[in-house]
């Protein structure tokens, strides 16, 4: 699909007009109503190389640009320090409505000099069969391994396109100290990915205090949060993931079938998040979707901690994460993934998609979404860090944190380029983001040319200027592409788990 697809579905419009009938138009331009992914602003576009020679450098505190074909294993370069944690993580963006399979997802490991996995994770799309943005995270974790990963050096990020051929798979696979990992790369879905790849260094700390994970915490689900909710539109990106603090938040506007919004939390240390997802009634429709619903929840570092599912038949349904410990440094010892992924303080992000499949039940219009927040405990002081993390403060809640998740203001959290400014709290996080994001421009010109199906061919001079126009536009960002840094001409897990709801 890509930058292809909204011309050729530009070019049905005006034979669909052409021919007097416009009734296939409809599911042609469903995917462009959807807002796209919004990139982290000023995100440097990077090529991942086929080989570790020539892998483009990574720098920490970064966030960067890439895209991953069928079957691709790139990498790209970290130089680390002897000191310091390295989290990585990639989001790989399909483009609105491409076809996946449960099984198809991305996997991304961090490798040392000698191919030694310090650790991996694999995200599938799973059963939800659809379409949306992905997350799997690597570390460098100084002292989790006696003999492999540790000391200053040259460190691999390598990311992969994995998956089985459409409808086939398990969607599952695992992860040892000896590389070994069951799965394959595959096609699956057969057109090009987006990327967005995030570096987060954390500095060591202070000696002294726990290094076990608790062996006990409250795991009671505490009563329902109740009263009138407060408008708050979601995001369409990690970059800009709408801030909600404590509270019930309703989206005005509703999820679409195939979208995918994003909100963050500022959680403190000591503190425990729970968060519930509601879907609207609708009236339209019949039948039940298995699987209709996501809800995923990432740490500061968009590492993965937990998601939860949710079924739809036209009746209202929720999708509520299961208690959390509070945040605590020495979660991380955890062989538990929800414990150990609560490790920081800092953003939480919830990212809440709707499966494409509702929408061959129960139409196109939008759900009604709502999401209610509790953080309990008090905001405690942190592990005593050595330093500054890369980007600074991203393991710490400030009160201007605070007045953000009040407020709605947005900004991106991870490369620090923060929107002290915010917006106002029904349309924060609606930001397009950089790059491809103009669509919205583009969806309103689709629709000027489906509309104009019904006018005869009398009109056909308009609807080929309109359609030109389409395309000039979805061409700009090629022809103005940022300079890409390119690869040179060549001269154990501790997550491991797989996973996709």
Request: proline share 5%; glycine share 16%.
């Amino acid at each position: 699909m890509g930058r292809r697809t909204v011309w050729w579905r530009a070019a049905a419009a005006v034979g669909a007009a052409l021919c007097a009938t416009t009734a296939a138009i409809p599911s042609a331009v469903a995917a462009d109503t959807l807002t796209p992914y919004a990139y982290a602003e000023g995100a440097t576009t990077v090529e991942g190389a086929t080989s570790s020679t020539g892998a483009v450098r990574l720098a920490a505190g970064e966030t960067y640009r890439s895209s991953i074909g069928p079957g691709d294993k790139l990498y790209y370069r970290l130089d680390l320090g002897a000191a310091a944690n390295a989290y990585v993580s990639a989001t790989a963006v399909p483009a609105a409505g491409a076809a996946v399979a449960s099984a198809d997802g991305v996997r991304v490991s961090l490798q040392d000099a000698d191919a030694h996995r310090c650790s991996y994770e694999t995200a599938r799309f799973g059963p939800t069969r659809s379409a949306h943005p992905v997350t799997a995270w690597a570390s460098r974790e100084v002292g989790s391994d006696e003999y492999m990963c540790q000391g200053a050096g040259v460190f691999y990020v390598v990311v992969e396109r994995v998956g089985t051929a459409v409808g086939t798979g398990t969607g599952t696979s695992t992860g040892s100290a000896s590389g070994a990992v069951t799965g394959s790369p595959s096609e699956g879905s057969s057109e090009e990915w987006g990327l967005e790849l995030g570096f987060v260094s954390e500095p060591a700390v202070t000696k002294g205090g726990p290094t076990s994970a608790p062996q006990s915490w409250n795991s009671a689900s505490p009563e329902g949060l109740s009263g009138d909710p407060e408008s708050r539109r979601g995001g369409s990106g990690f970059a800009t993931a709408s801030p909600v603090a404590q509270g019930v938040w309703q989206d005005e506007a509703g999820i679409r079938a195939g979208e995918t919004l994003f909100y963050k939390v500022p959680v403190g240390w000591g503190q425990q998040l729970y968060a519930t997802a509601e879907l609207g009634s609708t009236t339209g429709g019949d039948g039940y979707v298995g699987n209709a619903f996501v809800m995923s929840l990432y740490n500061p570092v968009r590492g993965f901690v937990d998601d939860r599912t949710a079924n739809y038949g036209g009746e209202q349904r929720s999708a509520s994460l299961d208690p959390l410990p509070p945040v605590a440094y020495e979660n991380r010892s955890s062989l538990d993934d929800e414990v150990s992924g609560m490790r920081f303080a800092g953003w939480y992000y919830l990212a809440l998609h709707l499966g494409t499949s509702v929408a061959d039940r129960f139409g196109e219009e939008p759900l009604g979404l709502t999401l209610r927040v509790r953080l309990e405990g008090e905001a405690g002081a942190g592990p005593g860090y050595l330093g500054a993390s890369e980007p600074r403060g991203v393991f710490e809640v400030t009160g201007e944190d605070q007045e953000a998740a009040e407020s709605g203001a947005t900004g991106d959290t991870l490369d620090g380029a923060g929107d002290g400014g915010g917006g106002d709290a029904e349309t924060s996080g609606a930001g397009e983001g950089s790059g491809d994001s103009s669509g919205a421009g583009d969806q309103r010109l689709a629709m000027t040319v489906v509309a104009a199906g019904g006018i005869g061919t009398g009109s056909l001079l308009v609807l080929v200027l309109l359609v030109w126009t389409l395309v000039a536009r979805r061409r700009a960002p090629v022809d103005a592409e940022p300079e890409r840094l390119r690869p040179a001409a060549a001269p154990r897990g501790r997550h491991g788990a797989s996973r996709g709801r």
